[in-house]
């Protein structure tokens, strides 16, 4: 067994070891470089940025088996640590602007279905509540307001498409994810997300 070496203490005069931008693939180390000389910022900035895009684009999509009985998804949590105004908002919004384009794109595509599918549950909301105030006539059938109603509850509706978010509630994250088959992606430029889980969810102001 290999003894460990004591670690290194940080101090204020600790250099951390530059970001490996070209151990990424040959066309993200050089769109990482083309990020950093556009916006003359580090080249880590970007970097880290491109690498959580794409996170985002793979989520629950794939999975990397480390063993036979080990698997993980391809989630992660990255955190870009820079002054105020070092323009991270600017870095990130670039990242990020392809992912919105596609959002768009696809929600234009699917807004006639989704459309629809608001008129098909409310047509089956008004049989149910037709049904239930004829439930005295000779016309009601218990059995047949039981089908529609059991048609409204396992209803699946269509939401428009929502792969990101910025700062947001546990309970309206959890009701985005459920609307984008348990995924979604947290980008955020301000600390405030830190904040929120620190405090168990809300902000204290």
Known sequence: MTDWKEPTPFTKDTEPPSFPVDSLPPLLSQYAKAIANTFQTPVDMGAVGIIATLSCCVQGKFEVQLKKDWREPLNLFTTIIAKPSSLKSQVLNKLIKPIHQYEKQENERLLIDIERNKLEKKMLEEDVAKLLKTRHTDEFTEMELFNKQ????????L?????????????ALVALMGQNNNRMTIFSTEDGIFNDMAN?????K
């Open 150 to 157: 059991d048609e409204l509850t396992t209803f699946a509706e």
């Open 159 to 171: 939401t428009p498409m929502t792969l990101t978010v910025g700062d947001v509630t546990p309970e």
């Open 200 to 204: 168990g969810g809300y902000s204290k």
